[in-house]
């Protein structure tokens, strides 16, 4: 069980899928004259952002970070030196943040059509509510992510995970 309550982050009902995953971030053996032994490729899990290398990478907390930083507010930025020593903290700042932007593009195509009927054509609308479609399943695949690295990082640090909870009496 993950110590965030919506661990899950959506239903996968609730977003297209977008075909087959690319096998392009798993990384590749290379071939030597002479071989060397067979190095298994560590596989990635299907929604790992593409600019962050595997948990078991050298220095991958550094990209994990800096990705993370680009799914919060670009002002959360100023805070680089507390998150780069607690990127959990920025790891749920993002989920967190993720989640309210997922339910305010729910809202905003919810009211789109019958607020913006009287403003414009038929075929604006429909290609405003495409719009909000669009963003909505961005957001998703960006929560879904941020997810990912969350849990490697609680992995990389099982002590820390315990402190998302607040003790029973």
């Given at each position: 069980?993950?110590?965030?309550?919506?661990?899950?982050?959506?239903?996968?009902?609730?977003?297209?899928?977008?075909?087959?995953?690319?096998?392009?971030?798993?990384?590749?053996?290379?071939?030597?004259?002479?071989?060397?032994?067979?190095?298994?490729?560590?596989?990635?899990?299907?929604?790992?952002?593409?600019?962050?290398?595997?948990?078991?990478?050298?220095?991958?907390?550094?990209?994990?970070?800096?990705?993370?930083?680009?799914?919060?507010?670009?002002?959360?930025?100023?805070?680089?030196?507390?998150?780069?020593?607690?990127?959990?903290?920025?790891?749920?700042?993002?989920?967190t943040?993720?989640?309210?932007?997922?339910?305010?593009?729910?809202?905003?195509?919810?009211?789109?059509?019958?607020q913006?009927?009287?403003?414009?054509?038929?075929?604006?609308?429909?290609?405003?509510?495409?719009?909000?479609?669009?963003?909505?399943?961005?957001?998703?695949?960006?929560?879904?992510?941020?997810?990912?690295?969350e849990?490697?990082?609680?992995?990389?640090?099982?002590?820390?995970?315990?402190?998302?909870?607040?003790?029973?009496?």
């Amino acid at each position: 069980m993950c110590p965030i309550p919506y661990a899950d982050w959506l239903p996968e009902n609730q977003v297209e899928r977008l075909g087959d995953q690319d096998d392009s971030r798993v990384p590749q053996t290379r071939v030597d004259p002479e071989p060397a032994p067979p190095v298994r490729a560590a596989r990635l899990p299907p929604n790992w952002p593409q600019s962050v290398p595997g948990p078991t990478a050298p220095g991958w907390t550094h990209a994990a970070v800096n990705y993370l930083l680009d799914q919060v507010p670009s002002g959360s930025r100023a805070y680089a030196r507390l998150f780069r020593a607690h990127p959990l903290v920025l790891a749920r700042m993002a989920l967190t943040y993720l989640l309210h932007a997922h339910r305010a593009m729910e809202e905003g195509y919810r009211s789109a059509a019958y607020q913006l009927r009287p403003l414009f054509e038929p075929h604006t609308i429909a290609e405003i509510l495409a719009t909000y479609q669009a963003e909505r399943t961005r957001i998703v695949q960006r929560g879904r992510a941020a997810r990912l690295v969350e849990q490697a990082l609680l992995a990389r640090e099982p002590r820390t995970g315990a402190r998302y909870h607040r003790k029973q009496p």
